[in-house]
């Protein structure tokens, strides 16, 4: 049989532990924002960077440059409906060297662009993740 005093201290002391832990959960909330905020600026004002090998961006600029090349050319030769065969062939040749020449030039722009970006982002994702770490190490909540 339950009495009613005894329901009673039950959920007194129910309350007074759910309280205590509402009541934990702000320091570590608290800390959690202020070691969010210095690994923010800390990760901003990193400078490191990561070793990840970049490779096929002339390659793949070479066949696009290519391939619109003989685009261009097939759409030229289409023109001008009296031209011989072996000119047109020549033409295209001509045309796809030219636009692969073109397409190397931007594939390796653009390779060396996506590594500088990589690079940037890993590094400050390193330096968030290690700033943030120690922080919250240093205040008790560490990993």
Not at 6 to 32: D, F, K, N, R, T
Not at 44 to 60: C, D, E, K, V
Not at 88 to 110: F, H, I
């Amino acid at each position: 049989m339950l009495y009613p005093k005894s329901i009673g201290l039950g959920v007194a002391i129910s309350g007074i532990l759910i309280s205590g832990l509402a009541q934990a959960q702000v320091p570590y909330e608290q800390a959690q924002a202020e070691c969010q905020s210095i690994a923010q600026q800390q990760a901003s004002a990193s400078s490191s960077s990561s070793q990840q090998p970049y490779a096929g961006g002339r390659a793949r600029g070479a066949a696009a440059g290519a391939m619109a090349g003989a685009a261009k050319a097939k759409s030229k030769t289409n023109q001008y409906g009296n031209v011989s065969d072996e000119l047109a062939e020549e033409y295209t040749r001509n045309q796809m060297q030219e636009a692969a020449k073109m397409g190397v030039a931007a594939g390796a722009s653009k390779q060396r662009q996506q590594r500088r970006q990589d690079q940037q982002q890993g590094a400050s994702n390193d330096a968030y993740n290690q700033a943030f770490n120690a922080c919250m190490a240093s205040k008790g909540f560490g990993w």
